[in-house]
């Protein structure tokens, strides 16, 4: 089945130290992105990516970093610069179409804590 | 930047009561979509409504995008314990744009 896989499911960071969650996905898609959730708050854009070796900062990109060097991957690193990232972080992935604007298809997240 | 607002934050209904979320801007949308995620889950995309006035049904949901294109509303009618969620709202401005959400609550 396609789908985007994101892993891992939860993951413990200690105070400076970096740590890189994965994205995969084989839905063939273009673009891809990264959002943020707080508990009571919506989801906020971290970074994207409409092709393979670009990618664009979101509302949030400080302390955050992204590479995308294949179609099907857009690994997510936080950084020790990243003052409160403890959060549950969304991976998702659309087709791209100049005159077609489709739904987001969502991984099932990474929740992230620091210890 | 550019954002949607959505209310209520929250909602509790008994079940088979009606609940109705509402997504405001104050700039013209090219679309919007409406997204469900479960408790402890991700969301989903439910669907996306692109023309002015446009109403879409989906079983017991209903989907209004207004005559203006700068609000929309998802209406479900007799809510059941499935209906549990928060539901956002989303839309294209520059990037795509979700609104926090209305996190429904049903007591059976």
């Known amino acids: 089945d396609g789908g985007i896989t994101q892993s891992p499911k939860y993951l413990f960071r200690k105070e400076g130290q970096n740590v890189t969650l994965s994205c995969e996905q084989n839905?063939?898609?273009?673009?891809m992105y990264w959002y943020r959730q707080d508990p009571g708050q919506g989801l906020r854009l971290i970074y994207y990516?409409?092709?393979?070796?670009?990618?664009q900062k979101g509302d949030i990109a400080e302390g955050y970093s992204v590479s995308r060097e294949k179609k099907e991957s857009f690994p997510l690193t936080v950084t020790s610069a990243q003052k409160n990232p403890t959060a549950f972080y969304l991976c998702a992935s659309t087709p791209r179409d100049r005159t077609i604007l489709y739904g987001y298809t969502f991984g099932s997240g990474t929740r992230l804590t620091v210890v | 930047g550019q954002q949607v607002m959505q209310i209520p934050q929250y909602q509790h209904v008994q079940e088979g009561e009606d609940f109705t979320t509402y997504c405001n801007s104050s700039t013209t949308l090219s679309n919007i979509q409406w997204y469900k995620q479960r408790p402890g889950g991700h969301p989903v995309f439910l669907i996306q409504l692109v023309k002015s006035g446009e109403v879409k049904k989906q079983k017991r949901l209903t989907f209004q995008f207004g005559e203006a294109k700068k609000n929309s509303s998802l209406h479900i009618t007799a809510t059941q314990t499935t209906d549990v969620g928060t539901y956002f709202c989303?839309?294209?401005?520059?990037?795509?744009?979700f609104g926090a959400g209305t996190r429904l609550t049903v007591k059976p």
């Open positions: 839905l063939n898609h273009d673009a």
């Open positions: 990516s409409q092709i393979v070796n670009d990618f």
């Open positions: 989303a839309a294209a401005l520059n990037d795509m744009r």
